[in-house]
């Protein structure tokens, strides 16, 4: 199974509403986390299961969908979600992981 | 509260190997699975492998030949080896915890701050 994610990268401003999405090569459920790595930082997850939401994340994040397409959403993009998010598949060796979005400050 | 803690060098000789160790606090080493992944710029996120603390291990194939893991559940540590590296290694390496909570599938919910190695003479 290979995860694509789109878009590789975005520019977006503080308050704005972000989509990122992830679509696997074949039916996995909802077997997906979401991640943010951040420069210096340990990386978090925010999503797993498609769509529950780890402890102590912000619930401005949401993920959502099954089968073959996810999305993670932001609902009010602030100043420290500027970040790499990727998604990985959950059921597989070896993990599995797509291709990144870098959001970046418009 | 669950803590990686990475050490290790930064900077490694082609055809030498990467030596990493992640010490963990705030949890037994016992029971969970613990892996290593690395972020290169051109390959986004890689999973290199994992370990059970049994010592059972489970390799990515395009790494397995080069890739050694090992515990130390007296430590509460386990160890990243990478043989015969080149540039191509050059990449931030993290240590991270498998979880799966019972439910039949693994997400990494612990990871220790990432250590950019550079394959370098």
């Known amino acids: 199974i290979q995860l694509t994610q789109s878009p590789s990268s975005l520019s977006a401003s503080v308050g704005d509403r972000v989509n990122i999405t992830c679509r696997a090569t074949r039916d996995i459920s909802t077997l997906l986390a979401w991640y943010q790595l951040k420069s210096g930082k340990a990386p978090k997850v925010l999503i797993y299961a498609a769509s529950t939401l780890q402890s102590g994340v912000p619930s401005r994040f949401s993920g959502s969908g099954s089968g073959t397409d996810f999305t993670l959403t932001i609902s009010s993009l602030q100043p420290e979600d500027f970040a790499t998010y990727y998604c990985q598949y959950l059921n597989s060796y070896p993990r599995t992981f797509g291709g990144g979005t870098k959001v970046e400050i418009k | 509260q669950v803590q990686l803690q990475q050490s290790g060098p930064g900077l490694v000789k082609p055809s030498e190997t990467l030596s990493l160790t992640c010490n963990v606090s705030g949890v037994s080493i016992n029971t969970y699975y613990w892996s290593w992944i690395r972020q290169t710029p051109g390959k986004g996120l890689e999973w290199i492998g994992n370990?059970?603390?049994?010592?059972?291990?489970t390799y990515n194939p395009s790494l397995q030949s080069r890739v050694t893991m090992s515990v130390d559940t007296s430590k509460n540590q386990f160890s990243l080896n990478l043989s015969s590296v080149t540039a191509a290694d050059t990449a931030v390496y993290y240590c991270?915890?498998?979880?799966?909570?019972?439910?039949?599938?693994?997400?990494?919910?612990?990871w220790g701050q990432g250590t950019l190695v550079t394959v370098s003479s």
């Open positions: 991270a915890r498998d979880y799966s909570g019972g439910r039949g599938y693994y997400f990494f919910d612990h």
């Open positions: 370990i059970y603390h049994s010592g059972s291990t």
